[in-house]
């Protein structure tokens, strides 16, 4: 974990590591899908990985280090923030876009 993210407490903590996260995504993948099971997709394979080093933490391998498995289950606990980000910006601009209600879409 860097340094200067030492002194903040967790929340704030948490929410740094989100926006870099966020800004690394965005500028590796400038753009994001625009329909939502893609886009809720991507957020939930983040969420797969972050399950991934959460059952390495709770049932360790010899092989893998504690600390180094906390590190990367902060770390895609992080992109699964930054990802939740990107889709809720996508929903929000479909919200903003919708004409019809979600009752009358089936339709
Ligand atoms: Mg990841």
Known sequence: ???????LDPFHKALKMILSELGKAEE?????PDDL???VGIMTEEAGE???EAIDWEYPKEQNAPAEVLDRLAMETAQTGAMAIRTL???LEFWDRQTVSHETRGE
């Not at 974990?1 to 002194?7: A, C, V």
């Not at 590796?28 to 994001?32: A, G, R, S, V």
């Open 1 to 7: 974990m860097k340094k200067q993210n030492r002194d």
């Open 28 to 32: 590796k993948f400038p753009t994001f």
């Open 37 to 39: 099971i893609h886009a």
């Open 89 to 91: 910006v996508k929903v």
């Open 50 to 52: 972050a399950m991934r």
